[in-house]
């Protein structure tokens, strides 16, 4: 009797009625005083927690960060190519080249420059220029005489289907004398894998001279 009339002098009252009626109490608790379920760890003064993260959550690490993996890089393989300047500058395609050189014989000394315009399966156009000076007159398809000249070539081929190709060479060299000009077309058959049917037109026309001469030929050659 003392020791109650003691818990209710010390207690505050709301420990010595029972716990409120709530869905998070236990039923079996639900009439035993709150001091009474607090001693005995039946019951907790923590409220529950209802939302997506409790406050001890806010202890929680964070999770580690995700990296991706990527497999090693090939020391040998080639670095990605850089995309083509938006800005000004020269372009160059990579079907193009071009070439620079000089040259030397006993009939004739100079320096030529030369570009391959189209670079393409079935078509190919090479034009050279160049200038220098004759030693001796006609030889290499010149000029009549001897002394500075200039002198020019365009080289085409184009592929006709699968069997046929066409081929035309043109070169001209002029001086202080004359012109002297060369004209060549070219046409080849394959007509089985080793026979091969060559068929050739050559024009040759000399200013000095006032002379032109036309010459064909057609030839059947055999592979071994």
Excluded: K
């Amino acid at each position: 009797m003392f020791a109650a009339w003691w818990l209710a002098v010390l207690v505050p009252p709301v420990f010595v009625q029972p716990l409120p009626q709530a869905a998070d109490v236990d039923a079996a608790i639900a009439d035993v005083p709150a001091v009474v379920a607090l001693a005995g760890g039946r019951a907790s003064l923590q409220r529950p927690c209802r939302s997506l993260a409790c406050l001890q959550a806010g202890w929680a690490l964070p999770p580690a960060p995700v990296f991706a993996v990527h497999a090693a890089r090939d020391p040998f393989a080639l670095p990605a190519p850089l995309p083509p300047a938006a800005g000004g500058g020269l372009y160059v395609p990579a079907s193009r080249s071009d070439w620079l050189g000089t040259y030397g014989s006993n009939w004739r000394l100079g320096a030529r420059y030369g570009i391959e315009a189209i670079r393409q399966p079935d078509t190919q156009l090479r034009i050279e220029l160049g200038s220098g000076y004759r030693l001796q007159p006609y030889v290499d398809d010149g000029t009549a005489g001897t002394g500075p000249v200039a002198r020019g070539r365009v080289d085409w081929t184009q592929r006709l289907g699968e069997r046929a190709q066409l081929r035309q060479q043109l070169q001209v060299e002029t001086g202080r004398h004359d012109t002297y000009l060369r004209n060549s077309l070219l046409l080849e058959l394959v007509l089985q894998p080793n026979w091969t049917l060559h068929s050739r037109l050559e024009l040759r026309h000399d200013s000095a001279a006032a002379d032109t001469t036309t010459q064909g030929t057609v030839q059947l050659r055999y592979a071994f």
